[in-house]
């Protein structure tokens, strides 16, 4: 089986191309696979400096499970961004995310920086960056919702919210990739994997 991998908008230009480093956020439906698809991605790059895998600020305790995020109470959060500690921020599913501004001295150095975003939030990170790929993550409706019932996070009426929500994809110019992870992870995250190695081609 071969992950789909559709281009849009001229696929993905290299970040030395761009003249330095660039963000990859990661957006698509929940239980698409975003963070497992980034995890298989940060395994296979481990302790490449080129690349850095952003920790996101989230109003969800820290050992919810999933991803690997600083978990924050609501008037942390509320703090944090009146001071600038992100630089994108957003809500949804009753919760509040924040990528950390540190990110856009990462991009500065010329490093890959790569971010789990949000479908609703694209305005905000092409604002943010002005080197940007999208890349969404998708997988069928009924294999979504197999999965977030067995990852167990979210109750059932948080997991039924969860996979009716479809936020608007805006047309946005940037580079754009679909990894399709419908099947097994090592397919999808092998093209992801592929597709950042490309990045970074010189
Ligand atoms: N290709 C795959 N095959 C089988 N299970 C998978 C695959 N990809 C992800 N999973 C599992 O599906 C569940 C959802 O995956 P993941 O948390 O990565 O999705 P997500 O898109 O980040 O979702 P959310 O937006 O809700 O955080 C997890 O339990 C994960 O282990
Ligand atoms: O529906 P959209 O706007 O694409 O995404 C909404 C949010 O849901 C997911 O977070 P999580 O599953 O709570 O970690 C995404 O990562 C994003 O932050």
């Not at 630089?87 to 599913?93: M, Q």
């Not at 009924?142 to 936020?167: N, T």
């Amino acid at each position: 089986m071969t992950a789909a991998v559709e281009t849009a908008a001229g696929g993905i230009t290299p970040a030395t191309e761009l003249g330095g480093g660039m963000v990859i956020v990661v957006v698509g439906p929940s239980g698409a696979g975003k963070d497992s698809v980034m995890a298989h991605a940060a395994r296979h790059f481990a302790g490449d400096d080129r690349f850095v895998f952003a920790r996101r600020v989230i109003t969800r305790p820290a050992d919810a499970g999933g991803e690997a995020h600083i978990g924050v109470d609501e008037a942390t959060f509320a703090r944090m961004k009146g001071e600038g500690a992100f630089c994108v921020a957003w809500e949804a599913h009753g919760l509040c995310y924040g990528v950390p501004a540190k990110v856009q001295a990462e991009v500065e150095q010329g490093r890959v920086v790569l971010v789990n975003g949000s479908r609703q939030a694209l305005p905000a990170f092409v604002a943010a960056f002005s080197r940007l790929t999208v890349v969404t993550i998708t997988a069928h409706a009924e294999v979504r919702a197999e999965r977030l019932a067995r990852r167990g996070r979210e109750s059932g009426d948080a997991i039924a919210g969860r996979l009716e929500r479809q936020p608007r994809m805006p047309e946005l110019p940037v580079d754009g990739v679909t990894i399709d992870n419908s099947g097994p992870l090592e397919v999808a995250g092998t093209a992801f994997v592929d597709l950042l190695a490309r990045a970074v081609a010189r």
